[in-house]
């Protein structure tokens, strides 16, 4: 039985999905694509292996030979085909984030809630990297102990320079949020934003790096180095330290060259080479999950948390406080959802 | 459009690759298997989602709902198949060996020749895992130079003692074999084996580590040491030495725990969790070569010629001096395999 | 020429200096020792092979035989004797803290400027730790770019119970504090300290571990962790992050161990064995500077101006707010110290 | 009290002696120097501060100021000075090799044997090296169980052109032979040369790499790559090979860097910084051991020995075929010398 999948957005991140779901994930076909940009949506088409295309993705959620749909449009539109989908009782796989608010991932949630199932994974494919499951594997067997801290780095090569300084966090610093949050079982209540001195390579008004700290109710602090000019190589790094030792990420290199008097290892370029294999597993997994009924993954209270942990970040950034987290209570629906 | 396959022997190896083909490969579906053992059929048919159960593997092989066939049963086993298979005209993935001897082997070659096509991949994964292959890709690359020794490791936890020391060669160096050849692009002309003071956990006729001397044909020097019972974990280890630099495997981590005045990385307990995805890449590979009508991967000249290695090694054992690689000419329907 | 050395305190880290000045240092002799406690002073004087003894401290300075002292005695008693070297025209290397209070502290540097020569090295040995050396040489050489951030982790197994709290920052944590001024070339000018959940281990009011945000006059940020309890070992960790790359220190093992389903290096068990290369070199360059009347490694002004940072922290981590640093100007004596 | 000591052949090595006894070594003083260049002599005594410079060797081992000797003249001057000194009565640490043949080493082993005393040692600094220490202390303490094999690679940038390919054995490959004999206190009694595509860089005749297969009297299989136009670095790497697991040598790197797509960590340009420690703590051990009349590190029997193996390594080299190392037996004088 094959899960008929339909794609929102086939940009970069789309196109990549819909070849994924092609070449490399069981039982699923990607069935019926959409794009603003007609010529995107017919390569995608194409790259599925002749998908219908639709002209309005709205349509795309309605139609009959979708049983489940992944949006990877641009930020803005997430929450309204989220809705579409939720409101068609259709699983959705949507791109981080849920939406540019956490006002408005709160109308996911309440949508959710009103049809009394989740149908919504929000795409924090971390969840899904083999390094950070053994990097929870190992805190969960509790051989380091209890957590203290959780040091973070997320690096970029550069960054696209349409985006306002806000989307350090909002964007990039998000998956550090959302994992720290899967990792440690526990919600953040607080966050300070420090900022060194700019790069010189970026405007004037654009802060890069930031540096995150970010404590949990349990007193947990977590620190997230954000710099997406960092030139050298796209580079995620994470430490967990606990009271009797320490996990950490270990850079994901398969070989490693002696030349020239150095021996040395390639970085990644992008975020794409890194979480290949986090894609593909989330996209088993989210296949899987709708061929049954059921979600896993980061939920919509998921992405409403992150997002309101992100916006604790900018008043900071702004106030030069530490500013605290404001969220609604849990739902119930979504008792196990950080799990 | 879904390759429907069947599956002959369904032991670890084989119940390994029906989950594989199921849950985790695009465009495959597990149609029908065999095992002699009953109880394995019918645990792996439920593992395919309800496959069909052959008492015959003849008639699997010839089963019209079945379009290729991966071969895991007992090595003294796999020629009959293979042959069954080339003689149908369909596609086979054999695990390695081919068959229990260079000259069995052979007998496959002749029934592809006679055919006209290759039908025939044998199972070597490295082929597919990620590391052997930017190993490749960098020497590809000429940044290391010309190639002039190749060093290898293969280690094994333990072994089942109901395989005789010939094994050591025959069933584990064989795939150090192999992935020589193919990285090389060179064919291996002579062998010689030394053997270290055996382990003191075997039985007295055991020769374990053996410590192969393999010449290729442009004079690269390949050495190999299998010991497999080294009890501390699965290892795999290699370095390609050129001219100018050298290009070596990193072991496998995910990540790194410090405890009790101990930094650590796991060595993996055996093949499975090491090759996991060079057998998931292998199977999705061959799964597209068959919908189009192609071959990748070791083809039965490659199973054949790393048999005729292993076999110089067992005279080199035996005589205690080098001994010559005896091959036949590589038939013209070869010419790119070990590519 | 040997430089003739007295040693005042002849615990732990004046016995260890009492060995390495006997047996690894070129040039120096221990003449010299006192120590409270007689027995250790014994000790010690056997340990140089037959040094004087003294019962007071100011004696063993006015000593004629020495030409320049040690002080390694307890904390509260180093401005005392590090004063009474100054007016006796004696090179004094004296272990951090220069004294308790950068209040104290700034006493020796006026002493110091009254007398118009530099006399006063204090013991921050990672100035002379190769990996620290290196790190700084690759910074300096331009090739990952102005520095903007630094990251610091400093841990030790565990932590004597009788001090307090606030020696995290002023005993431990100022290693970390010289480091960066010495790496960075820029002073500190303000501090935040943030308190993840204390270890279960250590009694209510120690607060372990404490994450120091300090920024420098030029806008780097550096972080530091420091936790004292962290039991599996001492370890201590650095990353510069430039605009164009970074670089770290490498954890300094020897030899790697395969055994029993793990790779392991051993972390060093207390802050000896890592930096007894750091000490002999520090023990080397200043007899040498010693026999040409000369100064180098941290100076009174160095020790003056880290126990003020330190300060700050301790402000801040009562304030819970950013704490901005006070010191006097530097004085011209010492213009080019922290270089 | 100072021993006093004479250099004789103030080349690099020499002069590196001179420097380091001068700067680093405690206990040590440069009292004399000779070498055939007196331009050389004379840089070599300004660099000790000022040392008598011999025109004739032989009267500087007779100077009644000089209480031992260092000789790192030519190699084959080596066996004439040892042979002085030993007939001086005086301690002599010469440069490997002890003299050109193992004959020849021979003869100086029956001189001390003659005197009734040992009083060579052979500059085998390895045994003074951190990691080859550690490397024993791990496999002493029994924890990867007993020795099975023993990897090693030893790879220079470059040699000297005027250097025959024997040298390869003789010359570097000896270093391996001694630390293999060290590390596991066997005999070795085989040798067999395999000969690799030589590097289109060296001249015709001229075999580089090597690649030695030893064994010991108790039936321990070491390998040695010796490759010694390797272009990228100064390179030296070992992995003993236990029944239970396995200890190697990590690559001594202070820092790590990343730039520019890669993360990488120097590799040393030739033998000096790699071993600069180890020749200090071999010059430290031998100048304490010189004091109270004592030896330690390798003895003129090692010399002797290692030099017979590197002979059973030529004659296979020459003949193709394994070849057996013939030694005298080991007088009792130096029945302890290999541990």
């Not at 989220?82 to 409101?87: L, T």
């Not at 320079?161 to 919600?187: F, K, M, Q």
């Amino acid at each position: 039985m094959t899960v008929q999948i339909g794609v929102i957005g086939c940009g970069m991140m789309g196109l990549d999905h819909v070849r994924t779901l092609t070449a490399a994930v069981s039982g699923a076909g990607v069935a019926a694509v959409f794009d603003a940009d007609e010529e995107r949506a017919a390569r995608a088409a194409s790259a599925a292996g002749g998908a219908r295309v639709h002209t309005d993705p709205v349509e795309l959620v309605r139609d009959a030979g979708v049983d489940a749909v992944v949006v990877a449009s641009p930020d803005q539109t997430h929450e309204e085909f989220a809705m579409a989908c939720v409101e068609a009782g259709k699983p959705v796989l949507c791109e981080k984030p849920l939406a540019t608010t956490s006002e408005a991932c709160w109308r996911v949630v309440e949508a959710e809630m009103c049809g009394g199932r989740r149908l919504v994974q929000v795409g924090y494919m971390r969840r899904f990297d083999p390094a950070y499951l053994e990097m929870k594997r190992v805190f969960d067997s509790g051989e380091i102990g209890d957590a203290l801290m959780l040091h973070s780095v997320h690096r970029n090569v550069d960054y696209p320079p349409s985006l306002p300084a806000s989307a350090l966090v909002t964007a990039t610093g998000v998956h550090d949020i959302d994992i720290a949050r899967w990792l440690l079982r526990e919600e953040i209540v607080s966050a300070t934003v420090h900022t060194p001195r700019p790069s010189g390579r970026v405007r004037p008004d654009f802060q890069d790096p930031q540096f995150l700290v970010l404590q949990t109710e349990g007193g947990v602090l977590i620190d997230v180095e954000i710099f997406v000019n960092a030139q050298y190589g796209y580079d995620v790094r994470g430490e967990l330290v606990g009271e009797r030792g320490s996990v950490s990420l270990v850079p994901p290199a398969a070989v490693s060259t002696r030349r020239a008097g150095m021996e040395g290892q390639a970085v990644a370029p992008d975020f794409r080479p890194r979480f290949q294999d986090a894609y593909r597993a989330e996209l088993q997994a989210w296949v899987d999950a709708c061929a049954v009924g059921e979600t896993c993954g980061a939920s919509a209270w998921d992405g409403y948390t992150s997002a309101a942990v992100a916006e604790a970040c900018l008043r900071s950034l702004s106030s030069g406080r530490t500013a605290p987290v404001e969220v609604k209570p849990r739902p119930t629906l979504y008792t196990e959802s950080a799990t």
